[in-house]
């Protein structure tokens, strides 16, 4: 998502306005949920996605009537058979809402998209505030940055009344983890959470690991490499990646780091010895997911010797091993596709879990 959110800024720095399609509500099965989004720019091309097929056709459609319009405009969804037009020929059997908005690339737009870019940058979560008034089909937009609890993050984005009906809204939106769309008095408010992206930490540079950090980036996870070799560990070996860092004999990795609910620990180091030292580490963090690649027999080995070392048995419970889904993976990439989609996988159930 720090992508989409980027390339917004850098369309507007350039004098370039765009349309923003957000999905802001799902019920029952749809192409996308909460969260997803699109920009379409002028020309009809368009960055990211808010479903594919017949319904991301229509809101192109609608995005297209908003560079003329120049406001903003939600539209609404029922994909079952016996509502859906036979135009979009939509079955499956969910509800949902898109907003969409014109973006004018004027100093206020490029000041919030700048607010949300750096907040990102810098590892902050904010929120970003769209107060629309009007009828879903001509709707006036003002943007916003706000705090957690409702301040504006710079006096320049200070442009949404402090209310008691904001701060309901806030509280009301404050159990969604995605965009959604609230009440806020005669009005209505969407208000989306914008955090730093998930960070998957590397630990080892091999074959599995040069795969894995591939799908890891297109994914949008913040991708850390860590080896012992310094040749293994490059920009050259790894420009998808974001931080590297060699690590003699895999000692203190996590040093400068503090991996939370949010990280992800992979353990893909050249040996036994290894793995053990680096996932004695990794078990000492809040890393809400660590996985270990190798086999049955190997993990219950390092288990075996953990446990020796004091470690309690019910904090291995935390560790996938075998890493990935069991898919019959052989080939570096292939197993690097079967931890990559666990990852989507665990990532999926915290977001709607917590």
């Known amino acids: 998502m720090m992508e989409l959110w980027t390339q917004i800024l850098q369309c507007l720095e350039r004098g370039e306005p765009v349309v923003v399609a957000t999905v802001v509500s ?13 920009i379409v720019h002028s020309d009809g091309r368009i960055s990211g996605t808010v479903g594919g097929g017949a319904l991301e056709g229509d809101v192109i459609r609608s995005a297209m009537n908003l560079f003329a319009a120049r406001g903003g405009a939600i539209r609404f969804y029922d994909l079952n058979e016996t509502t859906s037009s036979e135009d979009l020929d939509l079955i499956c059997g969910g509800r949902m809402h898109v907003f969409l908005e014109y973006v004018p690339a004027d100093q206020a737009a490029i000041e919030v998209y700048r607010a949300l870019v750096d907040s990102l940058t810098s590892s902050q979560r904010v929120l ?51 965009a959604t769309l609230v009440p806020l008095g005669p009005d209505r408010l969407v208000i989306e959470p914008v955090a730093p992206p998930d960070t998957v ?43 590297f860092r060699v690590c003699p004999d895999f000692t203190d990795v996590f040093a400068g780091f503090t991996p939370g609910r949010d990280s992800f620990v992979i353990i893909v180091t050249r040996g036994h010895r290894f793995d053990r030292k680096v ?53 570096p990439a292939e197993i690097a596709v079967s931890i990559a989609a666990q990852l989507v996988e665990h990532r999926a159930y915290q977001r709607t879990h917590g």
Do not use: C
């Open 26 to 38: 799902h019920s029952g099965s749809t192409p996308r949920t909460s969260g997803s989004k699109m």
């Open 201 to 243: 930490y590397l630990l080892g540079a091999g074959h599995v690991s040069l795969e894995l950090a591939w799908l890891t980036h297109r994914l949008g996870f913040h991708t850390v490499v860590i080896d012992d070799r310094p040749e293994f560990v490059s920009e050259e070996r790894f420009p998808m990646a974001h931080v």
């Open 128 to 178: 970003y505030a769209a107060l629309v008034r009007g009828d879903d089909d001509n709707l006036q937009v003002t943007r916003s940055v706000l705090t957690d609890d409702g301040r504006p993050v710079d006096r320049a984005l200070d442009v949404i009344p402090e209310s008691d009906e904001l701060q309901e809204a806030l509280a009301s939106a404050g159990a969604h983890t995605a």
């Open 279 to 331: 996932l004695a580490q990794a078990l000492a963090t809040q890393a809400g997911y660590i996985g270990m690649i190798g086999s049955a027999r190997k993990r219950d080995t390092i288990y075996r010797g953990l446990e020796d070392d004091g470690v309690d048995p019910s904090e291995l419970t935390r560790v996938h091993s075998p890493v990935g889904l069991d898919i019959e993976a052989e080939t």
